[in-house]
């Protein structure tokens, strides 16, 4: 996620934004954040999209992280940097099917679905 104002955010804050487009359109609020156990790094981010916004019902989208960032002039706002039709073909889950399996391989996937290079941590 990218900021201008560059200061640790709580979860809670992060899930009770509003997640718009970079065109202003209202898309829905951030779920949950998924945290790499191993890193502690956020690898993706569940965004529960609006009833009506791409006709998408209550379907759930992991984006990864680096999709994100906060609105410079509204605090409460956070910008998605996927285009509308991007998000209309992504693979979406409902709540009661979350990802599940080889969890790297999911992640690999959504970040070349989105065309975000996944950040890994080398070691020392």
Not at 30 to 42: A, F, P, R
Not at 44 to 66: H, M, R, S
Request: include cysteine; aromatic fraction near 10%.
């Amino acid at each position: 996620m990218n900021t201008d104002y560059h200061f640790p955010i709580s979860s809670s804050t992060t899930c009770s934004c509003t997640v718009k487009t970079a065109r202003d359109e209202k898309v829905g609020k951030i779920k949950d954040l998924m945290i790499d156990s191993e890193t502690g790094d956020v690898v993706y981010a569940v965004l529960a999209v609006d009833e009506g916004f791409l006709n998408l019902g209550t379907k759930l989208l992991a984006l990864p992280w680096q999709a994100f960032h906060f609105h410079t002039q509204q605090k409460d706002v956070i910008i998605v940097n996927v285009e509308k039709e991007k998000l209309e073909a992504a693979p979406g889950f409902d709540s009661d099917n979350w990802p599940k399996g080889p969890q790297h391989e999911f992640i690999d996937d959504l970040h070349t679905y989105y065309g975000f290079e996944r950040r890994r941590i080398t070691a020392l």
